[in-house]
């Protein structure tokens, strides 16, 4: 049978409502007192219920993180990331997983269900409706990856089109003039950002793209995309992917076809997860810093849960406080795929 708060409460010769004072943060109790009831409540193996707390307006200390697809090794790398910053932060993620074509706004209603504090979503994208329903409930949003179109969520996000920028940089600089490029899913907003970039770095240089490629962030689409490239009449000399797994694709399709990287392609990808600096990759990339944004995102919710967010006095209506977009600088991460 589950011990109760009233169960705790005989047990240390207490009122119900003091064994809710020692287990809230803040609460006035004496300290040897809430020393007393916590021991106690130790000994019966007493847990507090977090959402019936969250049912009398106090905190749960659950945070809501909604992730795509784990399987994809940046997107395994970046849940495992913030599930240990909220952890560390003394709470609890509710993992809520959508996959492409699934209903966002319905998984964030179900996680509101549950009186989470706030929420971090790295994936897919939030109604206006919704975000401004969560702010309401005194759950509020913050994006990662992704900055809305309407400007009235906050959001961590990697400056995609520098790190193009700084690719380009390092491909021209060592004599590359035929590139190709492997972009990933067309309306991903990475995507856009990231080959936006792309065109304006070669734009700058005076230079076209040769050829153009959409893979599915998968190293299985890099390895087909990568494959058509490397057998067209006019064969690139360099190849840029859009993710780090498109780009191990890639190696793997010019191994296949006997080419040595970078002696005959030279190969980049994006992100810097951990297989990239494997012995068998050596992937020049550009590092996405993950655990900056992971700690970027729980500090904006953070300060938006506690009410310390920046607050705009000429906000118009509808829009509360100001809206804070944190962009993260990549880095250049040189290795001997390029």
Known sequence: MR???DDVAEAAGVSRAMVSRAFTEGAPIAARKRAHVLAVAEKLGYRPNRIARG???SQTGLIALVVGSVSRPYEAWLLETLSREIRQARNWPLLL???????LDNALEDALAYQVDGAIVAAGSVSPALAERCRASGAPLVMVGRVMPEGDTDAVCCDNRLGLELLVEHLTARGHTRLAWIGG???TFSNIE???GLLQALDRRGMKLLAARQGDYSVDSGLAQALTLLTAPEKPDAILCG????ALGAIAAARRLGLSVPGDIAITGFDDIPAAAWEPYQLTTVRNPVVETARAALRLLKQRISGTGQLDSEAPTGMPHQTQVVRLAPELVQRQSA
């Open 3 to 5: 011990v109760t708060a």
């Open 55 to 57: 049912l009398t307006g």
């Open 97 to 103: 997983q959508v996959q492409p074509g699934d209903e």
């Open 185 to 187: 899913t067309p309306e």
């Open 194 to 196: 990231r080959q936006d």
């Open 243 to 246: 993710n780090d797994a498109m």
